[in-house]
């Protein structure tokens, strides 16, 4: 079945530093691949997206390449801020099939 | 837009009651899923719909009933309750086409 692979954590950076969080998948077919963040006590939001091969999800400066060779979908961030502390998901999900798969998440601590 | 909302926010229960957590959305989206969060496990799929009439079990279904007679509510009926249903559930919705998924809030369970 599918399934999603994270870097584990947690993840302890200072302000301004460079991120990076590793995931990797094993699916069958072309699924689409997703970052999602959630806040202490939230639910989990959407941060970005890529739905096929070389696409490159960006959004509030995080950003995300679909690699098919590698099976990969690592998130990237060149300057991280405090504000930017949170839980990190990275998940897939077969288009028609209407669930997703998500990894076990990845804490990341922004120190001032 | 409400998005998706999640009812009630917390519920204490005792073991082998039974309760319904209720999810309801305004998107008119087709897919439907219920997750449960627990420490270092990530999301665990519990069942899904991908539309009015339509589900399916998912990873951890066990305990758990669910129906969907309407495009807007997806409830999840927990029928005998266990210690081991303590956790944070989430209800997402979403439709076709690789746009990731919309979260609730969530329900924190505890089960004494």
Redesign the interface.
């Known amino acids: 079945g599918d399934s999603v692979t994270q870097m584990e954590g947690p993840v302890t950076l200072s302000e301004e530093a460079f991120l990076t969080i590793n995931c990797t998948y094993t699916a069958t077919g072309y699924p689409s691949l997703f970052w999602y963040v959630q806040y202490p006590g939230e639910g989990l939001q959407l941060l970005l997206k890529a739905t096929k091969a070389d696409d490159k999800g960006s959004n509030k400066g995080f950003e995300a390449t679909y690699r098919k060779e590698t099976t990969s979908f690592h998130l990237e961030k060149g300057s991280v801020q405090v504000s930017d502390s949170a839980v990190y998901f990275c998940a897939l999900s077969d288009n028609n099939a209407g669930k997703s798969t998500f990894g076990d998440g990845t804490t990341l601590t922004v120190k001032p | 837009n409400a998005g ?1 909302t999640q009812t009630p926010k917390f519920q204490v229960l005792k073991t082998g009651q039974s309760m319904t957590l209720q999810c309801a959305q305004d998107m008119n989206h ?2 439907m ?1 219920w ?1 449960r969060q627990d420490p ?4 665990r ?1 519990i069942h ?3 539309g009015a009439g339509i589900t399916d079990q ?1 990873e951890v279904p066990n305990g758990y009933n669910v129906s969907r007679s309407t495009t807007e509510d997806f409830p999840l009926r927990l029928l005998s309750a266990a210690p081991s249903q303590t956790s944070v559930y ?1 209800c ?1 919705s ?1 439709s ?11 329900t924190r369970l505890t089960v004494v």
């Open positions: 998706v087709e897919y899923s997750y270092g496990m990530g999301l799929l899904y719909s991908v998912g989430f997402a979403g076709e086409g690789g746009r990731g998924y919309t979260f609730g809030s969530g």
